[in-house]
T-cell receptor, first 114, second 113 residues
Framework: AQKITQTQPGMFVQEKEAVTLDCTYDTSDPSYGLFWYKQPSSGEMIFLIYQGSYDQQNATEGRYSLNFQKARKSANLVISASQLGDSAMYFCAMRDRNTDKLIFGTGTRLQVFP | DAMVIQNPRYQVTQFGKPVTLSCSQTLNHNVMYWYQQKSSQAPKLLFHYYDKDFNNEADTPDNFQSRRPNTSFCFLDIRSPGLGDAAMYLC????????????FGPGTRLTVT
């Protein structure tokens, strides 16, 4: 069965510093997609970044980058130059290719302080 | 801008009184999802539509029903809300192209009194 594990319930980072949010996954499917979503206190889930299992390079989107280590089955999110507005819950997720469903991790609450 | 819209943003209902939450999308996506999210937890999928094909999760209570009258609209009906149904309800859509990311609406926060 597919599974996403986020071992950090909460993280603190100072403004302008970089922070890494951990995500490991388990799947027997050779083709898969990994997603990171941000959920501010308002509740909306915001898509941040995607990594496909066959992508040769690590995904990047602005200040977000994905440290994809396939052999270790990890897909850590790196946020550079943290901003106060980055304070939110962050979910790592995997798409089940057969069902179109997203399998979520338990999330990491990030707090950015001045 | 293309988007996923949920109404209302906040809904208060009484114990046992039926309630309907609505979702609409302007993305023309073929897949629509309903999630339930309780405090500090990950979203839990209730059901989803692939076009008109309805897919119910095995552990979704019978109390929860859904309708998708057309591509743009999807409704979540809670027939007899209990106190345990108080949660954030998120609607999402995804399309036919890679990477099939899901686009979420702002959610409806349901309170049951």
């Amino acid at each position: 069965a597919q599974k996403i594990t986020q071992t950090q319930p909460g993280m603190f980072v100072q403004e302008k510093e970089a922070v890494t949010l951990d995500c490991t996954y388990d799947t027997s499917d050779p083709s898969y997609g990994l997603f990171w979503y941000k959920q501010p206190s308002s509740g909306e889930m915001i898509f941040l970044i995607y990594q496909g299992s066959y992508d040769q390079q690590n995904a990047t989107e602005g200040r977000y980058s994905l440290n994809f280590q396939k052999a270790r089955k990890s897909a850590n999110l790196v946020i550079s130059a943290s901003q106060l507005g980055d304070s939110a819950m962050y979910f790592c997720a995997m798409r089940d290719r057969n069902t179109d469903k997203l399998i979520f991790g338990t999330g990491t609450r990030l707090q950015v302080f001045p | 801008d293309a988007m996923v819209i949920q109404n209302p943003r906040y809904q208060v209902t009484q114990f046992g009184k039926p309630v309907t939450l609505s979702c609409s999308q302007t993305l023309n996506h073929n897949v629509m999802y309903w999630y339930q999210q309780k405090s500090s937890q990950a979203p839990k999928l209730l059901f989803h539509y692939y076009d008109k094909d309805f897919n119910n999760e095995a552990d979704t209570p019978d109390n929860f029903q859904s309708r998708r009258p057309n591509t743009s609209f999807c409704f979540l009906d809670i027939r007899s809300p209990g106190l345990g149904d108080a949660a954030m309800y998120l609607c999402a859509t995804s399309g036919r192209d890679l990477p099939y990311e899901q686009y979420f609406g702002p959610g409806t926060r349901l309170t049951v009194t």
